[in-house]
């Protein structure tokens, strides 16, 4: 069948899947689901047109081919306006990403999602790479991949339909509460905040940093300690609606990028949350934490390497019109040279990655190669941000281009969500290479 019209029938799938949503049901959806889980055919050519992919079937194309048009209509319009103001507007976007079913691509169909495999899930994330700036796809990525797969793995019957469905369908953001102003890296041992158990419901008392979505989330998948036992094994995973009394949002940070998306910083001062907010097991949080670790380095990879391969192929574009010294500022060696290195180093994380995603839909651990990934992707993204902007000389320093804004927004790739170092302790921890304690 041709690509365009497998790609039409999965489009009008998803637009139709949208309709559905409205009296929701869940027979329709697991036809989408089966439909979309079909191989393409192998076809030869270039791998990202024809399907002809490692990881990547027609119906991955056709459903990234589905989201960039959300993305080109409904996102990157209004993207610098978004910067400006340092917020984007989460609940109008989630609901058109939730109607079109991109925010439960690989969640279970009771609850709104597609039930298809993470491979999709990469797909998605690597589409959004396409939006032009970090912070909308970074706020999408804790919706989709950092505070919901706990909940849709572990949670209650009633914890799903009251936070995972509205999260899936894009009526309720979420954000993710696990950082504190001193439990980042090291927040097994650093988490302070604390739940009490009083009668069938647990008073919170502590605050979060660093919170995504913060100032807009309506609940939060808050990480806490329920016990004074071994850190390991002394945290919950609670989900927090953020209009609870006692729920304080102290500020908005100001960051040095990621403007679009807010950062909160929260505190919480007697909330009151009923014991069945749990998700799963009380004493759990860290285990079911560490479990979605792989999944959330892999999705911050996706995302970047589209990133990178835009901001590379827009360098060119600039370098061949812009001439210095009588000619394109490409056509100078020391140019065309370091971009074809550049492209080279993403194409190795590309092969890094879809390695890692093939094992993992196989069933492994893959946490060394993931960690990896996002230990290169950070570090290859702050060399291509500082290379590429150089090429646009004065032009770079400006605001007006997409290369500043990257300079400043992919810095928080080796930061964020494990620091480099965090990465390196683990690969090492897999190279039997850390000094025993
Ligand atoms: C814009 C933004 C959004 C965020 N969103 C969220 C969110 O939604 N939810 C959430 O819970 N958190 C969020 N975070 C927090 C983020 O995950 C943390 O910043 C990150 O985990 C690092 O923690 P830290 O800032 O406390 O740095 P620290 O833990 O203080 O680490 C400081 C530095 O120490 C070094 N270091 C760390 N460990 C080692 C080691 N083993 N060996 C050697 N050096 C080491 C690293 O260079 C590291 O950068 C966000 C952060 C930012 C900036």
Redesign the pocket.
Known sequence: MALHTRSQRFCSSLLSRSRLFCGYSPASSRLLSEQASGKGAPSAGNPETVGDHLIYTHEHLALKQSLRKIIDQEINPYVDQWEAEGIFPAHKIFKILGNAGFLGVNKPVEYGGLGLDFSYSMAVSEELGHIRCGGVP?AIG?QTD?ATPALARFGSEALKKEFLLPSILGEKVA?????EGG?????VAGIRTKAVRKGDEYVINGG??????GTQADWMCLLVNTSDGLPHKNKSLICLPMNLPGVHIARSIS?MG?WS?D?AEVFFDDVRVPCSNVIGQEGMGFSYQMLQFQEERLWAVANIMTTMDTIIQETVEYTRQRKVFGQPVLSHQAVHFRLAELQTEVELLRSLFYRAVALYLKGNDVTKLASMAKLKGGRLAREVADSCLQFWGGMGYTSDVLVSRFYRDAR?MS????????ML?IICKYMDTLPKK
Do not use: P
């Open positions: 970074m804790v950092m954000c993710l509460g696990v950082s439990a980042g890296s090291d927040y979060k940093m660093w919170t995504t979505n960051k990621m998306s950062t928080l930061i964020g969500g494990g620091a480099d170092e965090v302790g």
